[in-house]
């Protein structure tokens, strides 16, 4: 027989729901639903007056083959610093987790990257690798290699991954050491007595068990892909070269802060948001059932 | 210690300014000036607020260019607006079109009877923010034109002699040949390139950048920059980025580290670099005017400005306006102007503070410092080099700035790449024509 708590009448049920009501609406529904009704107009920057387009913007958007571009770069980009930020991190934490001695220093300084600004890291990463100035770059002109990432589209792509996914991989390390403390010895050291190697433990015990903390970090890596990153993007390559690193969130940014158009950066917030919101359906209907609570 | 205590105040909220200063009228000026352009604005500021009692100037820094015309933008959205704000060039079409947000400069002037004279103003400086009926909209604050900056300590060790004459872009190119001959590896650098090469080149050369008068005769305007003569100059110069004699470094002036560490032996920039470069080259070096192709379009003319000028917002009170009149008279008048020319490399406004400061024997001084002065005013602008007047030319920029790209790594020719900037360019001119109807 299934046990539920009832209450009598609807007052005290809406009251109690109420306070998390009112906090999506007032800063969820709200600002959505402004953006939603800003795609269909074309204002101007004063606010003074306003043309209605209807789908205008959409089509603005859709029939311009450089937004259509950036949803391939956003996706090589995300699942790029998705891998990047979760495999070192995951390695990072399996190491971590075998330490004995000082492992409480260690964690800590794995843990510093995450406080840096995506901004501040943007900076110290264009610093590193500015072309003919920059530390990395000269011992790479040394070693022969001509690093340029200003005109080389893969280099800056690449540099820009780096850049986003350093910081992140801090923040996963963590989760992924918790996960660890809380896998079950009793079944790593039941699985030793058989005579499994580590790896092999890894392999079949360890991994599944921490399928649920690895789902959760690829769904919250890829939404920080899609929307946090563009400090990093902003300060290293602005978009460039050419479009090779222009993200959808970042046209969002320079269409709506630089441009001053915010018909189309509403257009373009309403279009991520769809996107978003598919990602996270096929990522609950299909990874999920991979999943083993 | 007077002057440190009013100092003081300004700066500190502008709560308390109020409550020291109870019977004065308050006008808030946001401003995108940092480091030692910022400690320039203040000490203005001061000693405008010292040199009456009826008016308080409060100045804030409001992040960058971008930042401030944003800040000033939400703060109008929300009736919360400075009197005095500041704007890069490049916004000049956006707050021109907000014709409900802005209150032309001419008008504050006249309204405040203070001393305003719009001759005073140096033409070409002016030119770009005055309406087609010669009306001043807002005031030019810090105005620069880019200039050749040459090395001449890379010119010797390549074995050639740092007075060439480098007035034509014909002669620049034999030389970029003999600096590359000579063992150089950074033969020329530039910032700022659709500023430098595609906007002053067209205005140098006498050429539009954009239909129906650079955009001052109508909203309906369209690019022009893939007119011939801009395509045959970054034709050459994406041949000499080929040969690695035009080394890109990137959208901003990010070649200036390149230029000021002694790595490259000439650089195109802005005459307000001079304080920079300066403080900072451990060698010998020139200025020289803006090389032009011999031959092409009829160049010389003279250069367009960069920079930022101060607009002044609806809104207001009129006794604040009349405070707006005076600070803006008295950052006009002469002494204020050669100050800061001197100070920062910027252009002055007007012809009396540039005469103001040869009589001072500063050019004298520091040659090659009234190289820009010379360049801007030695012929009467025309239609195409009085300024640019484009709707979202910030993005505008970002458009050419990727166009550029494909040039110098050879993925596009010139003409595929300006034909490309124009297409694009067009769609967002025309969307800034629909959002101002």
């Known amino acids: 027989m299934e046990k539920r708590v009832t209450f009598r009448g609807w007052a005290l049920p809406l009251l109690l729901i109420a306070p998390q009501v009112l906090i999506s609406a007032v800063f969820f529904f709200y600002p959505a639903g402004q953006a939603i009704w800003q795609s269909f107009f074309i204002p101007d920057p004063f606010g003074l007056t306003s043309q209605f387009v209807g789908l205008g913007n959409f089509e603005f958007l859709l029939g311009d083959k450089f937004y259509r571009a950036s949803f391939l770069t956003t996706a090589v980009f995300s699942i790029l610093v998705t891998l990047c930020s979760m495999i070192p991190a995951l390695f990072l934490a399996v190491m971590a987790d075998r330490l004995i001695k000082g492992s409480g220093v260690y964690r800590t300084l794995l843990i510093w990257p995450y406080a840096v600004a995506p901004a501040v890291a943007g900076v110290l990463w264009l610093f590193m690798f500015n072309t003919r100035v920059g530390v990395i770059s000269w011992y790479l002109g040394k070693l022969g290699y001509d690093w340029n990432h200003v005109l080389n589209g893969g280099e800056a792509m690449g540099l820009v991954v780096v850049a986003s996914a350093w910081g992140r991989i801090s923040y996963n390390f963590l989760f992924f050491f918790a996960a660890l403390q809380a896998v079950p010895r009793s079944v790593i050291e039941a699985a030793a007595i058989d005579g499994a190697r580590f790896w092999r433990r890894f392999w079949t015990i360890v991994l599944p068990l921490l399928s649920p903390t690895t789902f959760f970090l690829l769904v919250v890596n890829i939404v920080y892909a899609f929307f946090e990153t563009f400090g990093v993007i902003h300060t290293i390559t602005a978009g460039g070269p050419q479009q090779s690193t222009t993200v959808l969130v970042y046209k969002v940014f320079s269409d709506g802060f630089v441009g001053q158009d915010l018909g189309s950066s509403s257009a373009q917030s309403v279009v991520l948001l769809i996107v978003v919101g598919l990602l996270t359906v096929i990522q609950f209907k299909f990874i999920e059932k991979r999943v083993h609570y | ?437």
């Open chain 2, 1 to 437: 210690m007077k002057k440190t205590l009013i100092g003081m105040l300004a700066t500190s909220s502008a709560i308390l300014v109020p409550m020291a200063a109870m019977a004065q009228t308050e006008v808030q000026f946001w401003h995108a000036f940092t480091g030692r352009l910022g400690e320039l604005v203040k000490a203005q500021v001061e000693e405008f607020n010292a040199s009456q009692s009826d008016y308080v100037v409060v100045e804030s820094h409001k992040g960058n260019y971008s930042e401030t015309l944003n800040a000033g933008i939400a703060a109008f959205r929300a009736q919360e607006q400075p009197h005095i704000l500041m704007v890069f060039e490049v916004g000049t079409a956006t707050m021109m079109a907000a014709g409900g947000a802005i209150k032309p400069v001419h008008e504050v002037m006249e309204a405040s009877g203070a001393t305003f004279d719009p001759d005073a103003y140096i033409g070409s400086v002016k030119g770009y923010y005055t309406s087609t009926d010669g009306d001043m909209l807002s005031l030019p604050f810090n105005s620069s034109t880019p200039v050749l900056w040459v090395n001449r300590d890379a010119f010797e060790a390549a074995g050639i002699d740092p007075d060439t004459d480098l007035s034509t872009w014909q002669n620049v190119d034999a030389v970029l040949d003999q600096l590359k001959a000579g063992g150089e590896n950074c033969p020329l650098v530039t910032a700022w390139q659709s500023w430098i090469h595609l906007e002053n080149f067209s205005a140098y050369h006498d050429v539009p950048f954009a239909t129906k008068d650079n955009g001052f005769a109508g909203l309906d305007t369209e690019l022009a920059l893939n007119g011939e003569a801009q395509v045959a100059h970054l034709t050459a110069m994406g041949e000499w980025a080929k040969d690695e004699k035009f080394i890109y470094t990137g959208r901003r002036n990010e070649g200036g580290a390149n230029f000021r560490s002694g790595d490259c032996a000439l650089f195109t920039e802005s005459s307000a670099g001079y304080a920079g470069i300066k403080a900072e080259a451990e060698f010998d070096f020139d200025v020289r005017p803006l090389p032009y192709w011999e031959g092409v379009g009829n160049g010389p003319q003279n250069t367009i400005i960069g920079g930022a000028s101060l607009w002044v917002m609806e809104g207001h009170e009129d006794e604040e306006y009349k405070g707006v009149g005076e600070f803006l008279s008295f950052l006009s008048s002469s002494n204020v102007q050669a100050a800061w020319h001197q100070n920062t490399g910027y252009l002055p406004i007007t012809s009396e503070a540039g005469e103001a400061t040869r009589a001072a024997g500063f050019y004298d001084e520091n040659p090659g410092t009234d190289i820009a002065v010379i360049q801007m005013t030695a012929k009467e602008p025309t239609a195409n080099s009085k300024g640019l007047r484009l709707g979202s030319f910030d993005q505008i920029r970002g458009i050419i700035d990727e166009e550029l790209e494909a040039i110098w790594s050879g993925d596009k020719s010139a003409q595929e790449a300006m034909d490309s900037a124009k297409e694009r360019g067009d769609a967002l001119l025309r969307r800034f024509e629909t959002a101002n109807k």
